[in-house]
């Protein structure tokens, strides 16, 4: 069967696209598949760094917590990259999370977008956008999906109020092409600065777009549900909670708006 691959996504496009860059000089497209990540993690090993596994659609699309992560076949860019990171990856998440962001805002400047830690772009309180960092062995995928010219319709009725695309948001479609390729420059020039520098120079950058800071928010860790201010980051991009006359320092959790139930939808 032959792949129809859409003109804007074509690898050779997008590898002309991305010129010298790390990043993107290896890009396998993939019709269907059950999930970028996982596809990823299996070959891995075998591809050179900033490789990139891109999907016209996913059968089993995951988010976190084994929760399902739902994209549309025209509309959504979902992709996997494979890095082979020297130091500590867990604030990778949140390098990538800036990255998607600044690629947005220069790419459709009247998006106005903010990031839910630990790993969701929000607009409008719906989301945009969510990552999915997994390992797989000396390895880290770092999965994608971002709704981009998905229309309200093509959402499932259990997301349709939850989530939400760029095109829905700017009242015109975007060309996933150049969107990934000004997404990958941005993240492999934030990656090679956190290669040298490490990750607290991007706290500021990051507290700067942080969804809900100020605000009561509960964050649920999996072992205690703790209620206070959204203070902001720590230079470890964890999460800084006043409860109570105190601060609380987390490093993994579900944030929600206090009094409100959570219906981040869409993955985790
Ligand atoms: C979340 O919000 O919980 C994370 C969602 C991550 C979705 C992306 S789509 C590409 C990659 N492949 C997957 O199966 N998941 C990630």
Redesign the pocket.
């Known amino acids: 069967m032959t792949e129809i691959i859409p003109d804007e996504l074509h690898p050779a496009r997008i590898i002309e696209l991305c010129g010298e860059g790390r990043f993107g000089t290896t890009m396998i497209f993939l019709r269907s598949v059950d999930?970028?990540?996982?596809v990823a993690a299996s070959m891995a090993a075998g591809l050179p760094e900033g490789s990139i596994i891109l999907a016209g659609r996913?059968t089993a699309?995951?988010?976190?917590k084994g929760?399902d992560?739902y994209?549309s076949t025209d509309g959504s860019l979902?992709?996997?990259i494979i890095l082979k990171p020297q130091s500590d990856p867990v604030t990778l998440t949140a390098l990538l999370a800036l990255s998607v962001v600044e690629a947005i805002e220069a790419e459709a400047p009247e998006v106005a977008v903010d990031i839910k830690w630990p790993?969701?772009i929000y607009s409008g309180g719906r989301k945009l956008a969510?990552?999915?960092a997994e390992r797989s062995g000396e390895n880290v995928v770092l999965?994608?999906?971002l709704d981009v010219n998905d229309d309200a319709g093509d959402f499932p009725p259990e997301i349709s109020k939850s989530a939400v695309s760029m095109k829905i948001l700017a009242g015109r479609s975007f060309d996933r092409g150049l969107l990934l390729v000004s997404l990958l420059r941005f993240f492999e020039k934030n990656y090679m600065r956190w290669e040298n520098e490490g990750f607290s120079i991007f706290r500021f950058d990051l507290e700067n777009r942080l969804l809900w800071k100020g605000m009561e928010v509960s964050l649920d860790s999996g072992s205690e549900v703790v209620t206070g201010s959204l203070e902001g980051l720590t230079d470890e991009g964890f999460v800084r909670i006043s409860s109570d006359g105190r601060e609380r320092i987390f490093s993994s959790g579900d944030l929600t708006l206090t009094g409100r139930a959570d219906s981040s939808g869409?993955?985790?």
Not at 35 to 38: K, V
Not at 61 to 64: H, S
Request: hydrophobic letters at 25%.
């Open positions: 999930s970028t990540n996982i996913q699309g995951r988010g976190r929760r992560w994209s979902v992709l996997s790993n969701d969510g990552i999915l999965g994608i999906g869409n993955g985790g």
